[in-house]
């Protein structure tokens, strides 16, 4: 028997390394994004305020993207929730006893007896049928239900957190030292959320921090190829 403290940290471990995932994906996406764009725009010699326009332009564009995204994908996964429950809804009307059969053979199959499973099907059906059906069968519950505006925000608020950093940069650097400086930090970020998101799921963290910062250079690479040549034939 795993002692209660133990599992109340286990459990909130999982919930805290899902949502932090998801932050540094976001956070991650706002560097590679914007420092890829600051360093094309410089490297097609153009003038600090308009790379600096560029960055913010980029952050915003970034960030409402992200959350549109979001918003439109997870409220179709509670849409989609709302129709099963629905159609529940409706079974646990039409069909009682079969809903009960149902959900006794789900907790037979979870390990009960079966004289177990049918008194624990039993009252859980009286308790509240839906939420037991919900929770049991279509693995709804609470905690994991869609929440849309919550997801957007929090999509829209990691990605501005990570486009911040090389706009930050960008800000404060000279002009004739904006790429190099951008570059180099922005990897250094990428190299420390990588090894964080890591951490936070187990995995090992050289390994996670290389590939992040691999494929950053790489985006900001041809990116900044890509400027150069627009600068040279503009
Ligand atoms: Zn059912």
């Known amino acids: 028997m795993i002692p209660a403290a133990r599992r109340h940290r286990e459990r909130h471990s999982t919930d805290r390394v899902g949502w932090l995932r998801a932050a540094v994906l976001g956070a991650n996406d706002g560097i590679v994004s914007t420092a890829s ?13 308009d790379i600096l326009v560029a960055a913010i ?32 809804r409706k079974e646990l009307h039409t069909d009682a006893h079969g809903e009960l ?10 390990g009960l007896e079966q004289k177990l499973a049918r008194e624990v099907a039993k009252q859980l059906t009286a308790h509240d049928a ?20 919550q997801a957007a925000l929090a999509s829209a608020a990691s990605f501005a957190t990570g486009a911040a950093l090389p706009l930050a940069v960008t800000a404060l ?13 922005s990897l250094v970020f990428l190299a420390v959320l990588g090894a964080v998101a890591a951490h936070a799921g187990g995995a090992p963290l050289l390994k996670a921090a290389t590939r992040v910062t691999v494929w950053g250079a790489i985006a900001m690479a041809v990116t900044s190829a890509i400027g150069r040549l627009f600068g040279t034939t503009g």
């Open 37 to 49: 764009l600051v360093l094309g725009v410089a490297a097609a010699s153009a003038t600090h305020e």
């Open 130 to 149: 839906l939420a037991a059906h919900a929770r049991d069968e279509l693995g709804i519950s609470e905690l994991n239900a869609a929440r849309p505006l």
């Open 57 to 88: 332009a980029a952050l915003v564009a970034g960030a409402m993207s992200m959350a549109a995204g979001e918003y439109v994908s997870v409220h179709s996964q509670a849409d989609a929730e709302q129709a099963d429950l629905e159609r529940e």
């Open 173 to 185: 650097s000279p002009v004739n030292l904006l790429i190099p400086l951008v570059a180099a930090t």
């Open 101 to 110: 059969n149902e959900l006794t053979a789900i907790y037979v199959r979870r």
